[in-house]
């Protein structure tokens, strides 16, 4: 079993600046891809960015230019650096890992997945 922790969410006004992080533990190694997804009330989970063991990253059409997934595989942590944030960023966001997911961005894909942070932008 994989545990995931999410941190650093919060509230910033629409042009600031956040930086997430997940811990994970358990029967987790580097070689797990990671991911954030994120959910807003009534939405649908968006998968917003991923990172495979190696660093490859990819990412939704929502982040492109403006978030960036990193990892630090000796502490076992995922970061999502946020930038140029929007209202409509504001969502739970959620960290999750598998060792091989099917689809990047097919929320059930993913096989573990932690409590979620909450990330609030003011107009």
């Known amino acids: 079993q994989v545990q995931l922790m999410e941190s650093g969410g919060g509230s910033v006004q629409a042009g600031g600046s956040l930086r997430l992080s997940c811990v994970a533990s358990?029967?987790?190694?580097?070689?797990?891809?990671m991911a954030w997804f994120r959910q807003a009330p009534g939405k649908e989970r968006e998968g917003v960015a991923s990172?495979?063991?190696?660093?490859?990253?990819t990412y939704g059409d929502s982040a492109k230019g403006r978030f960036t997934i990193s990892r630090d595989n000796a502490l076992n942590t995922v970061y999502l650096q946020m930038n140029s944030l929007k209202p409509e960023d504001t969502a739970m966001y959620y960290c999750?890992?598998?060792?091989?997911?099917?689809?990047?961005?097919?929320?059930?894909?993913?096989?573990?997945w932690g409590q979620g942070t909450q990330v609030t932008v003011s107009s």
């Open positions: 358990g029967y987790f190694d580097s070689t797990y891809f």
């Open positions: 999750a890992a598998d060792r091989l997911p099917t689809t990047l961005w097919t929320a059930n894909q993913w096989s573990y």
């Open positions: 990172i495979t063991g190696s660093g490859r990253t």
